[in-house]
């Protein structure tokens, strides 16, 4: 994810072209952050690389939100994902060619929290997925304050009917290791790799390959 504390980079286009010739076939961003026309040059500039693009609602706002929902029809992602306004993001997303991943739980502030027991998380994964055009969900596993995060992963993970993605925090291989061990699809990563946490710090291309090559 071409992001750090829950926003796009101010300079996404040209970090971009600096990882332009890793092994990543998934690249992403926030829906804040930058303005609409940067995350569309982005997506053509991903797309014509042959990448798969996703876009991340961290909205705070229900007319936020569904403005996002609106920008990634006309910027073309290939998969959204967060946002809780499920039911209305569904009309605006009928018939388009884009995968939806939504957050369970109760989502908190920004950067986003996830809130709930482990047991409520995962009975609205089970109804989240039930719902046509659920094609999986975003799992904030590691921004919960109480609950261990591979368990609410091995419990969210059970419960879909799709996959599931775990973002945000993810900053070490050991965490790499448990999120794919728990059955996790994948996971995304930005701001351990811009703050330099990762090994290969501080170039960044570097980092994205020891990521690439640190999972199972």
Do not use: C
């Not at 076939?25 to 930058?34: I, L, N, P, S, T």
Request: proline share 5%; aromatic share 6%.
């Amino acid at each position: 994810m071409l992001t750090k504390d829950d926003s796009t980079i101010p300079d996404a286009l040209a970090v971009y072209e600096q990882i332009r010739d890793t092994g990543l076939e998934y690249v992403g961003f926030k829906d804040v952050g930058v303005d609409v026309e940067t995350l569309r040059r982005l997506t053509d500039k991903m797309h014509a690389d042959g990448r798969t693009v996703f876009l991340e609602v961290v909205s705070t706002s229900a007319e936020a939100e569904l403005a996002s929902v609106a920008n990634a029809l006309t910027i073309g992602v290939d998969y959204l994902m967060g946002g809780t306004n499920v039911a209305k993001a569904l009309q605006l997303l009928d018939g388009a060619p884009i995968r939806y991943y939504p957050f369970p739980g109760v989502i908190i502030g920004h950067p986003s929290e996830l809130a709930g027991s482990i047991e409520l998380i995962a009975e609205q994964a089970t109804e989240l997925t039930s719902m046509p055009g659920v094609h999986g969900l975003d799992l904030l596993a590691y921004r919960h304050r109480t609950v261990d995060p591979i368990a609410i992963t091995k419990a969210v993970v059970a419960a879909s009917a799709g996959p599931v993605i775990v973002a945000g925090s993810i900053d070490s291989e050991e965490r790499i290791k448990a999120v794919a061990a728990a059955g996790a699809w994948g996971f995304t990563i930005g701001g351990a790799i811009f703050d330099g946490r990762l090994p290969g710090a501080p170039d960044l291309a570097a980092q994205i390959e020891w990521t690439l090559s640190a999972g199972p």
